[in-house]
């Protein structure tokens, strides 16, 4: 069974960086087309942070973290990654990794045009 896991969530001040990868079990990153990274706060629906297409040269992001976060993908190790800077209290939530399993619209910013997803890893920004 496919699994993607997220890795590299914990406890940060305002304004520290932080690195999230995404590995895959049972299947390789060449098999999915764009690749995202989402969050869900506390209390607060899942939203769009990130994404990424197939060979990395296109990517999109919320406008709450542009020019803070940095997304990456390297297919041959089947690995994401989402370099977080200047982070704040708002960037709090669980972050999750997600896959298309399809080719969906472009530059979609829908969860539901992902069709694989991770568990999820907590990032905390403590002021």
């Known amino acids: 069974q496919v699994q993607l896991v997220e890795s590299g969530g914990g406890l940060v001040q305002v304004g520290d960086s932080r690195r999230l990868t995404c590995t895959a079990n049972g299947r390789t990153f060449d098999t999915y087309y764009d690749m995202a990274w989402f969050r869900q706060a506390p209390g607060k629906d899942r939203e769009f942070v990130a994404a990424?297409?197939?060979?990395?040269?296109?990517?999109w992001f919320q406008d709450s973290v542009k020019g803070r976060f940095i997304i990456s993908r390297d297919n041959r190790k089947s690995i994401m990654g989402l370099e977080m800077n200047n982070l704040q209290p708002d960037d709090t939530a669980v972050y999750y990794c997600a896959a298309a399993t399809s080719l969906g619209p472009y530059e979609t910013t829908r969860a539901a045009d992902f069709g694989a997803w991770g568990q999820g890893t907590l990032v905390t920004v403590s002021s």
């Open positions: 990424i297409g197939f060979t990395g040269g296109t990517t």
